[in-house]
Nanobody
Framework: QVQLVESGGGLVQTGGSLRLSCVAS????????RAWYRQAPGKERELVAT???????NYADSVKGRFTISLNNAETELYLQMNSLKSEDSAMYCC?????????????WGQGTQVTISS
């Protein structure tokens, strides 16, 4: 059974940094991509960063140059380094894993970790 557990969220001031972690277990398939999503109250879920098989990364325009997605060598822990945080970055952040030939909606998701940026 696949489990994704996020941690690292919290309350930080504008301009600060946080490092989110997502520990994965029970993965017995080839992973096509890993990602961080976020959702703020009253807003749609937003794809923040993607790390594809082969190491390719993509970022939402709103976080480019500030956020970095990475994976440990054992491929068990996904990170999101967030710098120069802004109030609009406040949201619930979730990690997700997508097998090949499946959509994100058919992938595996964690419960999320709350990030709150205070001005």
């Amino acid at each position: 059974q696949v489990q994704l557990v996020e941690s690292g969220g919290g309350l930080v001031q504008t301009g600060g940094s946080l490092r989110l972690s997502c520990v994965a277990s029970g993965i017995s398939f080839s992973v096509a991509a890993r990602a961080w999503y976020r959702q703020a109250p009253g807003k749609e879920r937003e794809l923040v960063a993607t790390l594809k098989n082969g190491g390719y990364t993509n970022y939402a325009d709103s976080v480019k140059g500030r956020f970095t997605i990475s994976l440990n060598n054992a491929e068990t822990e996904l990170y999101l380094q967030m710098n120069s945080l802004k109030s609009e970055d406040s949201a619930m952040y979730c990690c997700a894993i997508k097998p090949f030939f499946r959509d994100w909606s058919d992938g595996y998701w964690g419960q999320g970790t709350q990030v709150t940026i205070s001005s």
